[in-house]
């Protein structure tokens, strides 16, 4: 799969605000409201709740500060690809392929994943075909038609047809689409300027997915989901985003030996750490032979091989049954 190139220069840097001689740092983890950095000076420090704004992203990092960031994610990606052959109790990468072999026996290109994850070649669209999602979105929310409906403040129309397209899909349950508190017409402005901002701004994507979020709390009157926060995104850019199924990536995080827990709720940072690790995946994916198509693939990757055990057992006799035969840490500070 290649790598996304008009995000991955916004990179996840950070200055912290009244102490320059750290240096820069990176985000490591979040846990239950606290943000662990690495600092160039080489120590992990711990911002607590009450502290994160005391972090400025940094907007214009130079060469020098570029070629940390390079450094510390290939050594955390080694890190956690040797945490990932011996987690505690978890599957290895090796225990996800098994089983994405168990099931689909040419992996990601096995003509039952290709019809029955991708659609391709279907007569008949399903809520689990990806490719007739990303035709959808692309057509129904491309950056001309936004901005027209937004021109024309046709505000309603952009939330509808963004409820109706993430509704013809498996991606986020019912009631998240339905769970909206009475919407005013300032609400559906600022809902619709955000997915415009989100879809298609120029600024921090880090940046662009926390005012989605502040929009659809005001619709939702609560913090959002993680399917209904990061399944547009997906749908219209599925090389660069991935819809976050959170019981399968929580257990992705453990297999490949990440420490600390996601919240509950979508944050974005949280959300830059899902899509490392959904990358990372990616990476081994293609090591093994089975180069994705996009991140649709490496979610229903992760879903399958990590997702609740009555879920994937039904999705795996399913496929079976067509396939007729079946093959067999870190030194932590707390601020001050």
Request: net charge positive; proline share 5%.
């Amino acid at each position: 799969m290649t790598q996304p190139t008009g995000e991955t220069r916004a990179l996840p840097l950070y200055n912290h605000t009244t102490r320059k001689d750290w240096g820069i740092a990176i985000l490591v983890r979040e846990d239950e409201g606290k943000r662990g950095y690495l600092f160039e000076d080489g120590s992990v420090r711990t911002m607590a709740n009450g502290y994160h704004q005391l972090m400025h992203r940094v907007e214009r990092p130079n060469a020098e500060q570029i070629a940390f960031y390079e450094k510390q994610r290939t050594l955390i990606e080694r890190r956690e690809s040797a945490r990932s052959s011996t987690s505690l109790g978890g599957p290895s990468f090796l225990d996800q392929l098994d089983k994405l072999h168990a099931t689909y026996r040419a992996g990601l290109a096995d003509p039952q994943w290709v019809t029955g994850v991708r659609g391709e070649g279907v007569a008949e669209r399903t809520p689990a075909h990806r490719d007739a999602l990303i035709r959808e979105a692309r057509e129904q929310l491309s950056l001309a038609t936004l901005d027209a409906l937004l021109k024309k403040q046709s505000f309603a129309q952009i939330w509808s047809s963004i409820t109706a397209l993430l509704g013809r899909t498996d991606l986020v349950p019912a009631v998240q689409l339905k769970k909206t508190k009475s919407v005013t017409s300032e609400g559906l402005r600022v809902i619709a300027t955000a997915v415009r901002e989100l879809l298609y701004g120029t600024g921090p994507y880090e940046q662009r997915f926390g005012a989605y979020l502040v929009a659809l709390t005001s619709i939702y009157g609560e913090a959002p989901h993680w399917e209904i926060a990061t399944a547009l995104s997906a749908a219209v850019h599925p090389e660069e985003h991935i819809c976050v199924q959170p019981a399968a990536f929580r257990q992705q995080l453990k297999a490949m030996g990440a420490r600390g827990s996601a919240p509950a709720r979508a944050t974005a940072a949280a959300y830059t750490r899902f899509l490392s690790v959904a990358r990372m995946v990616s990476d081994k994916l293609t090591e093994q032979g089975q180069p994705p198509r996009d991140l649709f693939d490496v979610g229903e990757f992760i879903r399958l091989t990590l997702g609740s055990p009555a879920k994937t057992k039904a999705k795996s006799v399913k496929a079976r049954a067509k396939n007729a035969a079946p093959v067999p840490d870190e030194e932590s500070e707390a601020e001050d």
